[in-house]
């Protein structure tokens, strides 16, 4: 089995009363791209301040290489980090803000050179070693920070949320740039970021934290499809909740009754008749059927709205019960608002949980 690079055992850290990161254990593997995912407060930045020696955590103790670090100097560490406002010398050009901490640490003229060409190369900006950080763009900016962090060879790049503040576009190219730059050097990345679809892209694994916990850890299919907890059914891509009550369990199925309506779900937990539950189900797995024609959960909805967006149309539908349901189709047949339709899905498809579901929801 392979040693992981960077582990975390049992650490917390509290300001004051305030729990920040709450019993976090974790494993990364060397050369992974690992990404910590979860809504605004949720520890992320502190999480990654303790991995680099920023924080001292209250409890619990950080192995970098297979030795602990709790006692090591940030620069002792053999990690590094670009943080979201590249904090870049304004000064210097781009040549000497790489070159800038190996020659703090007496690397000779020649050998920081060589090094620093090499990196200008690999970040296409070869042409550019001469300017100073206000000449180029958010995206040249945004790559001098990384090519200064990986110049030193660190084992592991830790990265607070470094495409934060480009705008859509260059995000999404600076997010394919950056996957194929860390699958080409083999260094682990552990990246912060509280955008879904940013850590769905990049990701080998990702880490859904709230509240200063891990939710869950995965992969990117699994997190999106088997999301283990309520949270994390509704903070990656969009899902509809239902509140409901168990009415039947039987050996493969569960009976759940959702207002005047009643759904079949497959039976995976323990639970019995009477107890309240959510049941999630994203709106793409969502279809629109004729009426009782099968065993499958059949509701009917009355259309609200009908919203064509090009690829694919969204539509918003209310059960009897005036709970909502968001559906995805490709199909672009227009539904007349006010109409009454029946949907369906597969049992298989749908998820359910326990939750207080005020605690689990977030925005
Ligand atoms: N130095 C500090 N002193 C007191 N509280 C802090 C300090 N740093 C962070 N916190 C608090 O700890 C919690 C976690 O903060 P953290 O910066 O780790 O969140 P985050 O997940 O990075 O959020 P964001 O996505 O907004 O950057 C927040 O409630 C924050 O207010
Ligand atoms: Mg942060």
Redesign the pocket.
């Known amino acids: 089995m392979v040693e992981p690079i960077v582990r975390l055992e049992n650490i917390t850290k509290k ?1 004051g009363d ?1 729990q ?1 990161v709450d019993n976090i254990s974790l494993e990364v593997k060397p050369g992974e791209f690992l990404t910590l995912l ?10 990654l301040r303790v991995i680099a020696g920023f924080e001292q955590p209250t409890t619990g103790d950080v192995w970098i290489n297979n030795s602990k670090v709790n006692d090591v100097a940030p620069y002792n560490r053999e990690v590094n980090t670009v943080f979201q406002n590249y904090s870049l010398f304004p000064h210097m050009n781009v040549f000497d803000n790489i070159a800038f901490g190996l020659k703090m640490k007496k690397f000779k003229s020649q050998e920081i050179k060589e090094r620093v060409t090499n990196i200008l190369k690999l970040v296409q900006l070869e042409d550019y070693y001469n300017r100073k950080p206000t000449q180029l763009s958010g995206g040249q900016q945004q790559r001098v920070a990384i090519a200064r962090a990986i110049v030193n060879n660190p084992k592991v790049l830790l990265l607070d ?1 470094p495409l934060g503040a480009l705008d859509l576009k260059l995000r999404k190219h600076m997010q394919l740039e950056l996957k194929h730059l860390q699958q080409s050097l083999g260094i682990t990345f552990i990246y ?1 970021t ?1 955008d879904q679809e940013e850590a769905l892209t990049m990701s080998d694994r990702i880490v859904v934290m709230n509240n ?1 916990k891990i939710e869950q850890v995965g992969v990117p299919h699994e997190i999106y499809e088997f999301p283990k907890t309520l949270f994390v059914a509704n903070f990656i891509g969009d899902t509809n909740i239902l509140n409901g009550v168990i009415a039947k369990v039987e050996k493969d199925n569960l009976k759940i009754e959702v207002g005047k309506e009643s759904l079949l779900t497959k039976n995976d937990e323990q639970l019995s008749v009477g107890q309240e539950v959510q049941v999630s189900i994203r709106p793409e797995n969502i279809s629109f059927c004729q009426k009782k024609t099968s065993e499958d959960s059949q509701l009917e909805v009355t259309i609200k709205d009908y919203i064509y967006i090009g690829s694919i149309t969204k539509v918003v539908a209310e059960l009897a019960d005036g709970q909502k349901l968001l559906i995805k189709t490709a199909n672009g047949t227009k539904i007349e608002e006010n109409t009454k339709r029946y949907v369906t899905w597969n049992k298989a498809d749908c998820f359910i949980y326990q939750e207080d579901i005020d605690q689990a929801v977030v925005q």
Do not use: D, M, N, W
Not at 38 to 47: R, V, W
């Open positions: 300001y305030l920040a979860g809504p605004s407060g949720c520890g992320k930045t502190t999480t949320e912060v509280h200063g």
